[in-house]
């Protein structure tokens, strides 16, 4: 495994490597209060904590990530905030499929606010030894926990050709799935492809470098093209995370982990996500026992579009559990 990249001091004005996204719109949404308990599922560079904090004095905020490094450069990062304000902190590494066994850990019956937010922090992006990304080459790994689970470089080199095509397809939605597997299978059997750059090429040598497989017609490198590389990068992060099977169960746990009133706000970035948040939470208001805060996602306004081109694909909905009846 490589050596994990040295982690910065959260104390540097330039160490955080990540804006949060539609914060505004999160934080509006959301409205803690004072003394109110938070959820952030996916705490990361600790962004949205970060504001969430100075709103709940005298409250309690719950961080919880799969990434072992940027737990603990959260738990830094907000100590000494989360003591000005008077707010309990606890910092969880864990993955948020298991919200509800960890708030029991926790012994919390519930949280006035939740936020998940499904995207990729950017230094993990631009970390060139996760290799969640093609624009470096590094260890093909991509996973968020380098603790457990497989790399991707394993995914690649040992599924059978007509399952990676049933990957790249399902979760890439890439419809060249069947010409790209045969290409890896072909490839490896020359030699292990173990990094980002071996499958970036491989890839594209398979699909075509020029016109975008949805009908575009602009050529890769260009401001508008795709690479043909993006879906099958996409389709292995999430399979090798298992980022869909844990979006699934936080969201089964919904609404039982909010308190009677309690919001409960998820930014997507892809539309597997999306559909899936969208689903659950109109049969969670058709159960009666929560409204939806949105019936369109929130997206991004052109002042954060500016400074913040990622945010782009961001799409945040929200849910309000019902409160009890009157008496």
């Known amino acids: 495994m490589p050596a994990p990249s040295p982690e910065p001091n959260p104390d540097a004005p330039d160490a955080i490597g990540h804006a949060p996204v539609l914060l505004d719109e999160t934080l509006a949404l959301l409205a803690p209060h004072p003394g109110n308990t938070v959820l952030d599922a996916t705490l990361g560079r600790g962004g949205h904590a970060a504001a969430l904090i100075p709103l709940i004095p005298g409250g309690r905020l719950i961080g919880l990530d799969t990434d072992p490094a940027n737990a603990r450069f959260a738990q830094k990062r907000l100590e000494t905030l989360a003591r000005a304000h ?24 519930g949280v006035h606010a939740l936020l998940a937010d499904l995207g990729f922090a950017s230094n993990q992006m631009d970390d060139p030894q996760r290799g969640l990304a093609f624009r470096f080459d590094g260890p093909l790994d991509m996973r968020l926990d380098p603790t457990r689970g497989r790399p991707a470089s394993e995914w690649v080199n040992t599924l059978g050709e007509s399952a990676l095509a049933d990957l790249i397809y399902t979760l ?20 292990p492809i173990l990094t980002t750059g071996e499958l970036a090429r491989t890839v594209r040598a398979a699909a075509g470098r020029g016109p975008d497989r ?10 508008r093209g795709i690479d043909p590389a993006t879906r099958t990068f996409m389709a292995l992060r999430i399979a090798v995370n298992g980022e869909l099977d844990a979006l699934d169960a936080l969201l089964a746990a919904l609404p039982d982990v909010l308190l009677p009133g309690g919001r409960a706000g998820i930014i997507s970035f892809h539309s597997l996500e999306d559909r899936r948040v969208k689903q659950r939470f109109l049969q969670i208001q058709q159960d009666d026992t929560a409204r939806r805060l949105t019936r369109k996602p929130l997206t991004a306004g052109p002042a954060e579009l500016a400074d913040n081109p990622r945010s782009r694909s961001a799409k945040l909905r929200g849910l309000e559990r019902a409160a009890p009846p009157a008496l």
């Open 214 to 223: 949805r009908g575009g017609r602009n050529p890769v490198g260009s401001p």
């Open 86 to 109: 008077n707010v309990a902190l606890d910092v969880l590494h864990t993955n948020f499929a298991g919200v509800q066994a960890q708030l029991n850990t926790l012994q919390v019956p």
């Open 172 to 191: 890439g939605e890439d419809r060249a799935s069947r010409r790209i597997a045969r290409k890896i299978v072909e490839r490896r059997s020359v030699s």
